[in-house]
């Protein structure tokens, strides 16, 4: 009984070396992976959402297996959620993941996670931004009431990196709410501010949502003949030039 067990270990041992080892045939590493998933168990699909985090030279192998990772634990539902958020927590890239997250979870499950990820992604400098982008990026796409999604990503507009600003911009676009217009017309004037496509996109959004410019009129009024002659301020509103 007890070698038996043992034997089992050291075989998904081996299975999950050949399934995460980049130097591995395609083939192999798909067997391997078969294998994990028809185990099925926490250390099985800990093993599988792995094969996110590396990339083989052959790219359009590379994506087939991880479009069919995807599908693999889609397929398997709720137990692939406890697996997938462990490995989520250290993901370099989370692109691939919160696709599977996106199908497994409900809205409410999935809110806890991208909070439990965003708690480890406070605005400001990091080396690699790549995993708040594509946190942003994926909001941008999900279908939760905007509201939700604005009031996580709003404070990345005044982020250290100039992407991460814009691509918080334009999930706001996809994603518009009124409540986001005090804060894109502050971080627009702000003096830290110099990248004037970040400013336009966010002039564009504040005058294409007709949202007041109220609480920050005279500063817009002062940075428009810098930025952009395709804006005029009529009232409390930014217009767009036609």
């Given at each position: 009984?007890?070698?038996?067990?043992f034997?089992k270990?050291k075989?998904?041992?081996?299975?999950?070396?050949?399934a995460?080892?980049?130097m591995?045939?395609?083939?192999?590493?798909?067997?391997?992976?078969?294998?994990?998933?028809?185990?099925?168990?926490?250390?099985?699909?800990d093993a599988?959402?792995?094969?996110f985090?590396?990339?083989?030279?052959?790219?359009?192998?590379?994506?087939?297996?991880?479009?069919?990772?995807?599908?693999?634990?889609v397929?398997?539902?709720a137990p692939?959620?406890?697996?997938?958020?462990?490995?989520?927590k250290?993901?370099?890239?989370?692109?691939?993941?919160?696709?599977?997250l996106?199908q497994i979870?409900?809205?409410?499950?999935?809110?806890?996670?991208?909070?439990?990820?965003?708690?480890?992604?406070?605005?400001?400098?990091?080396?690699?931004?790549?995993?708040?982008?594509?946190?942003?990026?994926?909001?941008?796409?999900?279908t939760?009431?905007?509201?939700?999604i604005?009031?996580?990503?709003?404070?990345?507009?005044?982020?250290?990196?100039?992407?991460?600003?814009?691509?918080?911009?334009?999930?706001?676009s996809?994603?518009?709410?009124?409540?986001a217009?005090?804060?894109?017309?502050?971080?627009?004037v702000r003096e830290?501010?110099?990248?004037?496509?970040?400013?336009i996109?966010?002039?564009?959004i504040?005058?294409?949502h007709?949202?007041?410019?109220?609480?920050?009129?005279?500063?817009?009024?002062?940075?428009?003949?810098k930025?952009?002659?395709?804006?005029?301020?009529e009232?409390?509103?930014?217009?767009?030039?036609?």
């Open positions: 009984m007890v070698f038996g067990l034997n270990e075989a998904l041992k081996k299975t999950i070396e050949r995460n080892n980049v591995s045939q395609s083939a192999d590493r798909w067997a391997a992976m078969e294998k994990l998933r028809d185990v099925g168990s926490d250390e099985a699909l599988l959402c792995r094969r985090s590396f990339t083989y030279d052959k790219t359009i192998e590379d994506q087939q297996e991880k479009d069919w990772a995807v599908a693999s634990l397929s398997l539902g692939a959620l406890g697996p997938l958020r462990r490995y989520m250290k993901a370099k890239n989370l692109g691939y993941p919160l696709k599977v996106g979870a409900s809205e409410e499950k999935i809110f806890d996670v991208i909070d439990e990820l965003l708690s480890d992604e406070e605005p400001g400098y990091v080396r690699d931004p790549k995993r708040r982008i594509d946190i942003i990026e994926w909001l941008g796409e999900w939760a009431k905007p509201v939700d604005v009031n996580r990503v709003l404070p990345y507009v005044e982020d250290f990196d100039e992407n991460v600003r814009f691509k918080t911009v334009e999930t706001i996809r994603k518009p709410d009124a409540g217009a005090v804060t894109l017309c502050r971080a627009m830290e501010e110099e990248s004037k496509r970040f400013q996109r966010c002039a564009e504040i005058a294409e007709k949202w007041p410019i109220t609480s920050h009129r005279d500063e817009v009024a002062s940075l428009l003949p930025l952009s002659n395709k804006f005029r301020i009232g409390e509103t930014l217009v767009a030039v036609s």
